[in-house]
């Protein structure tokens, strides 16, 4: 299973606009892309209000994982390139 280990960079943490550009990211792959906390929480990225009541902050860690796919790595990658972000 393709994962991605990030740190988030943005020195407000994830708010409204990475998280609408997360879950349209997620919601454009064909399996579900799953984002867990350091802290245990999973939420599937294709919900905008499951990934805002994380609360995510700058310095937070998240791993991101989905099932093996043609398209797997380069949506990882994007996705990591959201929350590496910094803004």
């Given amino acids: 299973m393709p994962t991605r280990h990030v740190i988030i960079s943005a020195h407000n943490g994830v708010h ?9 990211l997620a919601q454009s792959h064909r399996d579900a892309i799953i984002l867990r906390t350091t802290g245990g929480a999973e939420v599937d990225l294709s919900s905008v209000l499951a990934v805002m009541d994380l609360g995510l902050a700058q ?29």
């Fill in 16 to 24: 409204a606009r990475p998280v609408a550009e997360l879950v349209r």
């Fill in 59 to 87: 310095g937070d860690e998240v791993v991101l994982s989905t099932a093996e796919s043609a398209d797997a790595v380069s949506v990882l990658d994007a996705l990591t390139e959201v929350l590496a972000r910094r803004d």
